[in-house]
């Protein structure tokens, strides 16, 4: 007997979800107080949750100044991982690295400086020549143009699509340029792929060998404060402004921001402070959903059963406003009737919570048993049901 084929379509089963989330008591959240930041552009995301907290202008590229730097520390730490650098390692300084102005360590041409002291000098001074030194070594021509080109490739490749580097330091310079989404994107890839070097970002102080007493200190405005933070990068230009890559961590949570084009290092200090104070007192990570909750019945076509419970395999969490009731807005999302036979764990749908003010969360969600195919009376009462339905419904009502 030929079997119908069955009309599968996407089904969303808000009613049901809401229902079964209740269960957490966790749900419905109110809405967190926006925060109206002064930076031109501005992107906080809890890194724990992925849920992006605060975002303006974040994808539009900006001079990055100093903030830059970072690209140059992470393809650094990268040779260093390959075994391409030593932290013992000495290089030589260039004219060209000699050059540079602004913040340097103050080499010259006849140094030989440690791997080691050249990244403290880009971490804790911002030192300019310090990048060129870098930048000469590892670029695949010997020049730091020929070593901006692999940062825009390397960049690409690790979803800085609004990154384009023209030097290794962010000295002002024609279409050098990196958005603020961008730079998060990198503070986190430094936290989780190196996190040997990480702490060299909380460092507040490095004399060198004493030849620039002037700069010793890490401008990072956050190390003091007793908050949590433990890095990143601060910058500074008259066409960037002011501007940071920050990251806190209080308890279980980090969180990494950026912000720039600020019209003040004073001003600066105030925001990012701000913007960690906001993001850790108005959102708490909480429990939505326990594991193998039922939150919705899914039909099975061609089963042994009629119908399958779609479960999460492990506990739902979600950062929420901080002042919340009983519930959030929430929905099961499934392609449905599913067909048999399904395998207890099999994914069949998705869990969609919409905290009001951020981004949906989506969780997947999967089948609490196995449902194997049905025999001979399931086929021939599915063919039969098959039947009525095209009969009620005429040829105009088949699919």
């Known amino acids: 007997m030929p079997l119908p084929t069955d009309p599968r379509r996407p089904r969303r089963v808000a009613a049901l979800c809401l229902t079964a ?23 906080v ?37 390959d075994g391409r650098l030593t932290l013992d390692e000495r290089l030589p300084v260039s004219e060209h690295a000699m050059s540079y102005g602004g913040s340097t360590m103050f080499l010259d041409t006849t140094d030989r400086i440690r791997v080691e002291d050249l990244l403290r000098g880009i971490i804790v001074l911002s030192g300019n020549d310090a990048c060129a030194v870098i930048a000469e070594a590892l670029s695949p021509d010997g020049s730091e143009a020929g070593f901006a080109r692999y940062m825009t490739q390397r960049a690409r490749q690790m979803g800085m699509t609004n990154s384009t580097f023209a030097n290794a330091n962010g000295w002002p310079a024609a279409g050098h340029r990196m958005s603020v989404h961008d730079l998060a994107i990198l503070a986190q890839r430094i936290i989780t792929d190196f996190p040997e070097y990480y702490p060299l970002f909380s460092e507040t ?19 003091h404060l007793g908050i949590g933070a433990d890095g990143l990068k601060t910058g500074h230009t008259e066409e960037a402004g002011f501007g940071l890559v920050g990251s806190a961590r209080q308890g279980d949570r980090r969180v990494i921001f950026v912000i720039s084009g600020l019209g003040s290092k004073e001003a600066r200090a105030d925001e990012a402070e701000a913007v960690v104070n906001w993001s850790f007192r108005q959102f708490a990570e909480k429990t939505v959903l326990h594991a ?23 506990d739902v969490t979600a950062l929420l406003p901080a002042l919340s009731a009983d519930r959030i807005e929430a929905e099961v999302v499934y392609t449905g009737p599913v067909h048999a036979p399904i395998a207890r764990g099999d994914q069949l749908g998705e ?14 969600l999967v089948a609490d048993r196995a449902v194997p195919v049905g025999g001979f009376f399931v086929r021939l009462q599915t063919a039969a049901r098959a039947l009525v339905t095209r009969f009620a419904n005429g040829p105009e009502g088949t699919m």
């Not at 809890?46 to 100044?65: E, I, M, R």
């Not at 399958?308 to 492990?314: F, W």
């Not at 869990?351 to 997947?364: F, N, T």
Request: cysteine-free.
């Open 45 to 81: 995301i809890d890194q724990s949750t992925g849920t992006v907290l605060l975002s303006k202008n974040a994808d539009q590229p900006l001079p990055p100044a100093s903030m830059s730097k970072l690209m140059t520390l992470y393809v650094a730490f990268e040779a260093l991982r």
């Open 21 to 43: 989330l209740a269960l957490a008591a966790t749900l419905w959240a109110l809405p967190a107080a926006a925060f109206e930041t002064r930076a031109r552009a501005a992107y």
């Open 205 to 223: 102080e490095f004399a060198f060998d004493g030849r620039a007493p002037s700069n010793t200190q890490n401008r990072n405005p956050l190390l």
């Open 351 to 364: 869990l969609v919570l919409k905290p009001e003010g951020l981004e949906e969360i989506r969780r997947p």
């Open 292 to 314: 193998q909750t039922p939150v919705a019945r899914a039909p099975v076509f061609m089963g042994r059963e009629p119908a399958v419970d779609l479960v999460s395999a492990e």
